[in-house]
Nanobody
Framework: QVQLVESGGGSVQTGASLRLSCVAS????????MGWFRQAPGTEREFVAT????????YYADSVKGRFTISRDNAKNTVYLQMNSLKPEDTAVYYC????????????????WGQGTQVTVSS
């Protein structure tokens, strides 16, 4: 069982930056690929970024490529999402998720989810 707790959300203006953090419980964090997803009101949860177990491989949604960076610190059981040049369309609840091995962009493959953190970007 893995428990995930996100933090770092907030309300910012267009062009600002935020860094989200997600801390995982347990001693096997390094065995899990991690992902960030987001969900805006009235929409489906969508993929944002994913990172492999050791952090060697990453993959991004086209909408955030070049602006967002996913990283992890396995010694701290933490995955991060650095978000730069934020836009109003980035407004959503952001969730981190974990799956055993093999990073993926498919939300259906993730077994564990955090409670989410709100990001609001105003113009």
């Amino acid at each position: 069982q893995v428990q995930l707790v996100e933090s770092g959300g907030g309300s910012v203006q267009t062009g600002a930056s935020l860094r989200l953090s997600c801390v995982a419980s347990g001693r096997t964090f390094s065995r899990y690929a991690m992902g960030w997803f987001r969900q805006a009101p009235g929409t489906e949860r969508e993929f944002v970024a994913t990172i492999s177990e050791a952090g060697l491989f990453t993959y991004y949604a086209d909408s955030v490529k070049g602006r967002f960076t996913i990283s992890r610190d396995n010694a701290k059981n933490t995955v991060y999402l650095q978000m730069n040049s934020l836009k109003p369309e980035d407004t959503a609840v952001y969730y981190c998720a974990a799956k055993p091995s093999s990073y993926s962009r498919s939300k259906n493959e993730y077994d564990y989810w955090g409670q989410g953190t709100q990001v609001t970007v105003s113009s």
